[in-house]
């Protein structure tokens, strides 16, 4: 993974030499500039001739000599990007989605003249605070700076650019609160982009056992605890999805445990994310078009241990466990096939009416595992599981279930301050009857009705009154919806989100279910 350089400087703007310098203009209600008064002539003789007026999502970029700044500027190049009426904006959310987006526009543009180091003159807005713009802002130039070229080769006619290796922001004030913001967009960025490069990696470049690796190597640079389940260890706890589920490969599976731990005891939240690192529908295989997407069915998985590379970094107070069921799906010669009756972990019987519906029963025996062998405050899982979910919101939300409503209301906060929306959908009784199996416990499809609905049903069998929400990622872990920070392709939906939601942590208020 490419690590781009991001420091706070104090260095004068005439003193910024890089290949691009950006400032960002404001306007106030009346259409006037709000912002840094050094560059006011150069956007008065802008607006004279009608070429640059600050609006949102309009900018222009300029070439020595600078007009009134001759001389003066030692940039390459100067870059003019309009916010528009900040004052206008009530909503802090809406603020910070307005820098991450002007980031990305600002990475689009470094892309387009091929610039390595950029400077950013940090403004001063009111109502903004410095450590806001400095977070958000950073977060939209490095999500929006993405690319995976790892199986690219360089060919003749191609440039090679490979993106920013260096992002400077120039701040004469309130350079801590700065430096605070910018360490955070850093962290966060940082596991997004772990996460996207695991999506983008090919079946055959990212197995359970690269999960596995991923995992020992984050515990011996960083604070954490890894313990890797080999498929004995499944077989000795009763882990039956899991193992049923790989019946099918020539690929073992690995249960990834990652865990973080701080000082002092306290509550335990656990993570738990779907690593289906290949999903070809086993017996029941899935039609030949769009199967090689497939090789997303990890996104669940690979946020949640992209999360835990940002937990052993910033050591939140609380501790944090993750767990990734890790295997592929294929059609072998022993796999599971429709009509068999599985056991999972905890003794629940499952009747296999669709092979195709497999992360719910990975996902089923980690949560039993992990919820009876750590005894968490609450529990949060991610998975790429329904097609369902697509359906029902497209690609824009993320399908929330919950036993728990405080807990569900924390996450769609969370969501809506990263930008990452979250919609709660229903859970009861009657959809549980759609998954009752005549011959076992339950079966592990409830037909076309309510899919996502059913899938959620599923896996609340095995929390039993842990505080517990999933997120279906399906319609959001890639193709999101289309931002300047957001790539085509895997997105890395759901990271942000987990960190967030623990760096807001303060202590367990969710009621436990009766």
Known sequence: MKNTKLVVSTKKVEEYSGDLLVTLVALDEQGGYVGDDYFRPLLESLVQYKEFSGKKDEQIQLYPPFGPFFGKLKCRRLLLV???????????????????????????????????NVGIC???YSGLPDITIGEFLSEGILLGDYRFLKYKTKKKDEDGYAGLTKIELLATTHVKAIRSGATKASNSAKAVITARDMANEPGNGLTPSHFSQYAIGLAESLPLRCTILEKKDMIDLGLGGIIAVNQGSDEP????????????KGETILL????????????????????MDMKYDMCGGAAVLAAMEAVGREKPAVRVVAIVPATD????????????????????????ESTDAEGRLILADALAYGIEKFHPDCVIDLATLTGSA?????????????????????LIAVGTACAEPLWRLPLGEMYVKQIKSQVADIKNTGGKPAGCITAAEYLHQFVGSTPWAHLDIAGTAWDFSEKTYIPKGPSGFGVRILIEFLRRWETCNFPTVD
């Open 253 to 264: 599976p690995k249960v990834v445990i990652l865990e973080y731990s701080p000082k002092q």
């Open 122 to 124: 940090m403004p001063n």
């Open 390 to 410: 697509i359906f029902a919101l497209g690609h824009h939300y993320c399908a929330l279930l919950s036993n728990n409503d405080k807990l569900a209301e924390k």
């Open 329 to 352: 799906n294929m059609a072998g010669g022993g796999a599971l096939k429709p009509g068999d009756i599985i056991t999972h972990y905890g003794g629940i019987t499952s009747e296999i």
């Open 82 to 116: 309009g916010l528009g009426c900040l004052n206008a904006i009530t909503d802090l959310n809406v603020k910070k989605e307005l820098l991450r987006t002007a980031g990305g526009a600002i990475a689009a543009q470094c892309k387009s003249n091929k610039v390595t």
């Open 272 to 291: 738990v994310g779907k690593g289906l690192t290949f999903d070809s529908g086993g017996v029941s295989l899935k039609p030949a078009q769009g199967m």
